[in-house]
């Protein structure tokens, strides 16, 4: 079993800054690709950054320059840094792992998402 739990959400004014981790547990071999998606009120959930296993980024246009992915293998958890927060960037922000694990089967690789955070920021 793996279980997958965000942390770090809360409410901030436009301009300000959060952090959020993402960590993992359980029965874990190895964690290849970690992303953070979020989702709004009506809408559908989408991309915010992802970070491979050799420390490759990708961002969604609307949050490059202003967030920062980042992973901690030893601790098997994954960061978001983000700055110059604005009201569109609320939402609740889930992690999607893609978490090994050892089965009698030998290695296997499995996609896990946290129930979210929220983040809130107002004008």
């Known amino acids: 079993q793996v279980q997958v739990v965000e942390s770090g959400g809360g409410l901030v004014q436009a301009g300000g800054s959060l952090r959020l981790s993402c960590a993992a547990s359980g029965s874990i071999f190895s964690i290849n690709a970690m992303g953070w998606y979020r989702q709004a009120p009506g809408k559908q959930r989408e991309l915010v950054a992802t970070?491979?296993?050799?420390?490759?980024?990708n961002y969604a246009d609307s949050v490059k320059g202003r967030f920062t992915i980042s992973r901690d293998n030893a601790k098997n958890t994954v960061y978001l840094q983000m700055f110059s927060l604005k009201p569109e960037d609320t939402a609740v922000y889930l992690c999607?792992?893609?978490?090994?694990?050892?089965?009698?089967?030998?290695?296997?690789?499995?996609?896990?998402w946290g129930p979210g955070t929220q983040v809130t920021v107002s004008s």
């Open positions: 970070t491979t296993s050799g420390g490759r980024t």
């Open positions: 999607n792992l893609n978490v090994v694990v050892t089965t009698g089967f030998g290695e296997k690789e499995f996609s896990y």
